[in-house]
């Protein structure tokens, strides 16, 4: 069982593995409207849906002491008539203290539990972007972060997340 850390206190003995959450934090964020103000007409005749891509990537750094930095990106690309609408991208970041993990673990947790809490707060900030672009809201359905990882566990070399350091 590890111990969770909530600001900064512990909740059990020190010898435990410890999972700390020290900051959430937009790292960057853009919104474009390439083709605006025509898109908006051609929205309005258009008899095909717009077409909507999600391209989602992550990356750990280790920052020392047991501390690592998640950078969850979300990049949303929405086209017209293959004219791009909008692109809404951001990359939302968070401070992990991981420590007394073994590798595997500590992998797991980078992972999928890391950008499984930095989600939702991405998930507002994409939407929030595309409504204020002045296009119908669009929510980003739920992710399930452990059946990627696994994937990639699976599809790859068994390869943990990269760290860079």
Do not use: W
Not at 67 to 85: F, G, I, K, P
């Amino acid at each position: 069982m590890a111990e969770i850390i909530a600001n900064g206190q512990a909740n059990g003995p020190a010898s435990q593995p410890q999972l700390m959450l020290q900051k959430i934090y937009v790292k960057d964020v853009s919104f474009e409207a390439p083709n605006a103000p025509q898109i908006f007409q051609d929205i309005g005749e258009i008899s095909e849906p717009p077409q909507v891509q999600l391209n989602l990537t992550q990356r750990a750094t280790g920052l020392g002491n047991d501390l690592y930095e998640v950078v969850l990106t979300l990049t949303l690309t929405c086209t017209v008539n293959d004219r791009t609408a909008y692109l809404a991208e951001v990359h939302q970041a968070g401070l992990f203290g991981i420590a007394g993990f073994n590798e595997s673990d500590q992998a797991g947790i980078i992972g999928s539990y890391c950008p499984n809490l930095l989600f939702p707060y991405a998930r507002q900030i994409i939407s929030s972007l595309v409504q204020e672009g002045g296009f119908p809201p669009f929510l980003l359905q739920p992710i399930n972060f452990e059946a990627l990882y696994a994937e990639q566990q699976r599809r790859g070399s068994g390869e943990a997340p990269t760290l860079n350091s």
